[in-house]
């Protein structure tokens, strides 16, 4: 068997005991899927994870940066109480349609609210409307521009929130201190603000899986 396989197959028998697909979320991906969005959501060990992380931080307010197909946000959305609200931004319209619809399906559509465009756009105009902050950020976007998306995840957020960002692996090659790749320069430029900064308190794990070798990082906002 190979090594792939066998992160396959604990995936799945993860998933089978722990994080059980309902109709929803199999919707959710058959509706991505038949709309042409790339299949990059999180697995659902994942996505079950990150759900019991907000529940855990017992958020009340979540931005993600990062939709596609609002997989990953509908587990966020189950975590928040009915008075809750979730905030995503997506960069693609078409993506936004299917996760606008997705979460209609899933009942977050009263609570959750899909905005579209540049996230770096869209985030500061979320910060002049001046919001309650936010609890839990879930960054999960392009790469390149992940220091920023840190850095206005600590403008919207408050001592206590937790920041998780995915993909902070890039197959290894985070190591690499020389790599032209921009996704890689971008992933170890938040790492490094995480670690460096005076207000953030934090770690990164490896993951392996039906997603291949990955892994999160995720940090405290402190006083």
């Given at each position: 068997?190979?090594?792939?396989?066998?992160?396959?197959?604990?995936?799945?028998?993860?998933?089978?005991?722990?994080?059980?697909?309902?109709?929803?979320?199999?919707?959710?991906?058959?509706?991505?899927?038949?709309?042409?969005?790339?299949?990059?959501?999180?697995?659902?060990?994942?996505?079950?994870?990150?759900?019991?992380?907000?529940?855990?931080?017992?958020?009340?307010?979540?931005?993600?940066?990062?939709?596609?197909?609002?997989?990953?946000?509908?587990?966020?959305?189950?975590?928040?109480?009915?008075?809750?609200?979730?905030?995503?931004?997506?960069?693609?319209?078409?993506?936004?349609?299917?996760a606008r619809r997705n979460l209609?399906?899933?009942?977050?559509?009263?609570?959750?609210?899909?905005?579209?465009?540049?996230?770096?756009?869209?985030?500061?105009?979320?910060?002049?409307?001046?919001?309650?902050?936010?609890?839990?950020?879930?960054?999960?976007?392009?790469?390149?521009?992940?220091?920023?998306?840190?850095?206005?995840?600590?403008?919207?957020?408050?001592?206590?929130?937790?920041?998780?960002?995915?993909?902070?692996?890039?197959?290894?090659?985070?190591?690499?201190?020389?790599?032209?790749?921009?996704?890689?320069?971008?992933?170890?430029?938040?790492?490094?603000?995480?670690?460096?900064?005076?207000?953030?308190?934090?770690?990164?794990?490896?993951?392996?899986?039906?997603?291949?070798?990955?892994?999160?990082?995720?940090?405290?906002?402190?006083?």
């Open positions: 068997m190979s090594e792939s396989q066998l992160w396959n197959d604990v995936d799945d028998y993860f998933t089978a005991l722990l994080a059980p697909a309902d109709e929803t979320l199999a919707a959710a991906l058959r509706d991505s899927d038949a709309a042409g969005l790339p299949k990059i959501a999180v697995a659902p060990n994942q996505g079950k994870l990150l759900q019991l992380l907000a529940v855990i931080q017992g958020a009340r307010r979540i931005l993600e940066i990062g939709t596609l197909g609002g997989y990953s946000t509908i587990w966020l959305g189950r975590a928040l109480p009915a008075d809750g609200r979730l905030v995503t931004f997506e960069y693609d319209a078409k993506h936004a349609e299917v209609t399906r899933a009942g977050l559509d009263r609570i959750a609210e899909v905005r579209v465009g540049p996230a770096l756009e869209s985030l500061p105009k979320l910060a002049e409307e001046n919001p309650e902050p936010f609890d839990f950020v879930f960054i999960d976007a392009d790469k390149v521009n992940n220091p920023s998306y840190v850095e206005w995840a600590l403008e919207l957020t408050r001592p206590g929130s937790l920041i998780v960002v995915d993909n902070v692996v890039r197959e290894g090659r985070v190591t690499e201190a020389g790599s032209t790749d921009p996704s890689v320069r971008g992933t170890r430029a938040a790492l490094e603000l995480i670690a460096a900064h005076p207000r953030l308190s934090g770690t990164a794990i490896q993951t392996v899986g039906s997603k291949g070798y990955d892994g999160f990082a995720l940090a405290r906002v402190l006083d």
